[in-house]
C-alpha cells in the first residue's frame, strides 16, 4: 500500500471503482470493527476514516464521545470500494494555521527562545497545551495577537519573564510561522485540479504572510477580519457559502480539509460539508495546541500529510 493513504469514505456515492481489483493499491474498506490502535506501514500510519455506514452525524459519520479516541486501523473484510478524483469537487477549502502552517513550531520556537535566554527548562507540550486552554477563555481576542495575553498565561506557569515586549516577540513568532515541509507542493498539485479557498482564522495581516509563506495558492480567502467571527461559529461558514454561491458553487462541490477537529472537522460535518482530516499530530498524544474537541468526529477522508492526499486526488 502505497504510505500515507488512507480511507476514502465518499458519502455521495460518486465516482465508484468498476472492480476493486482494477487499483487494489489504492483502496481501503471503511471498518466494521470497534476502533482499534492505528498500524503503521513504513514512515506513514494507515489511518482510515470509519464511521461511513453508521447512523449517526450528517454523510453517516459518527461523533464519538472521547475526544481522544482515534480511528481504527482498516478492515479488509467489509465496506464498498471509493474513489476520490479531480471530478469529485470544484473546490478545496482550508484551515490555514494548524494544517498547511506549522503554528505549534512557531509557538514553541518562540517561547525556547524566551526560556533559553531566562535560563529556564520548558516543557514544550505542556506549553501547547496550556495555550489551548488560553485560546477557549472567553477572554480570548484575535489571533495572533492574542499570543500577547497567552504569553502572560504562559510565562506566569514556566517561569518565564513576563511583559509587554516579550508577548509582542510571541506574536512576531506565531506571524513567522513556517509552512509545513509538504503544504508548498501539495497545493500546488492540488491546485492543477481543484479552485483553493483559504478559511483561516488569522486576522488578514497575518494570512497575508502565511500566504506567502505558501507561495499564495488560493483562489479566494476568508479571514476573521473579513467574516467577523471565528471557527467553529456556524455564521463563518455560512459566510463563504454565501460567497462561493455567486460562483455556481454549492456545499456539495466543496471539500473542506483541516487539522482541527475543534474548529473544522465537527462544524463541517453537521453543515453538511464533505470533509477531510489531515492529522498533523500523527503520532503525538493529545490535540497540541488546538484546542481539543467536546467529541471526536469521523471524517470523511483521513490522511496524516497533505501530500498524501495530493496522491491519492491523482492516484
Not at 453508521?54 to 472521547?66: F, I, P, Q, S, T
Not at 494555521?97 to 525556547?112: A, P, R
Not at 467577523?228 to 461559529?233: A, M, R, S, V
Not at 460539508?273 to 474537541?293: D, F, M, S
Request: proline share 8%.
Amino acid at each position: 500500500m502505497p504510505p500515507g493513504l488512507s480511507v476514502l469514505t465518499f458519502p455521495r456515492g460518486r465516482h465508484l471503482r468498476k472492480s476493486c481489483a482494477e487499483k487494489p493499491l489504492h483502496i481501503l474498506y471503511a471498518p466494521q470493527q470497534p476502533p482499534r490502535k492505528p498500524r503503521t506501514e513504513g514512515s506513514q500510519e494507515v489511518v482510515p476514516a470509519s464511521g461511513a455506514h453508521g447512523h449517526e452525524g450528517l454523510h453517516g459519520a459518527k461523533e464519538n464521545a472521547d475526544p481522544q479516541r482515534r480511528p481504527s486501523s482498516p478492515n479488509l473484510t467489509g465496506g464498498s470500494p471509493l474513489q476520490l478524483t479531480p471530478a469529485s469537487f470544484k473546490v478545496l477549502t482550508f484551515d490555514v494555521v494548524g494544517t498547511l502552517i506549522d503554528f505549534e513550531t512557531g509557538l514553541t520556537n518562540g517561547l525556547q527562545a524566551i526560556a533559553e535566554e531566562s535560563g529556564v527548562d520548558l516543557d514544550g507540550e505542556a506549553a501547547l497545551a496550556l495555550y489551548g486552554e488560553c485560546r477557549r477563555d472567553h477572554r480570548a481576542g484575535k489571533f495572533p495577537d492574542d499570543l500577547a495575553r497567552c504569553y502572560q498565561i504562559i510565562a506566569a506557569r514556566f517561569g518565564l519573564p513576563p511583559g509587554d515586549t516579550q508577548g509582542a516577540r510571541m506574536v512576531e513568532a506565531v506571524a513567522a510561522s513556517p509552512a509545513f515541509p509538504d503544504s508548498v507542493a501539495a497545493l500546488k498539485r492540488l491546485g492543477q485540479h481543484f479552485r483553493l479557498v483559504a478559511m483561516t482564522n488569522a486576522q488578514r495581516w497575518a494570512f497575508e504572510r502565511f500566504s506567502t509563506a505558501l507561495a499564495d495558492p488560493f483562489w479566494k480567502s476568508f479571514t476573521t477580519d473579513d467574516t467577523g467571527t471565528e471557527k467553529p461559529d456556524p455564521a463563518f461558514f455560512e459566510h463563504v457559502f454565501a460567497d462561493l454561491s455567486g460562483d455556481g458553487i454549492a456545499k456539495a462541490d466543496i471539500l473542506h480539509v483541516a487539522q482541527s477537529q475543534y474548529h473544522d472537522i465537527g462544524i463541517s460535518r453537521r453543515l453538511g460539508l464533505t470533509n477531510c482530516w489531515i492529522e498533523r499530530r500523527h503520532g503525538r498524544a493529545g490535540y497540541g495546541g488546538t484546542i481539543a474537541p467536546e467529541s471526536f468526529t469521523e471524517p470523511d477522508f483521513h490522511f496524516t500529510s497533505l501530500a498524501a492526499l495530493a496522491e491519492a486526488v491523482e492516484a
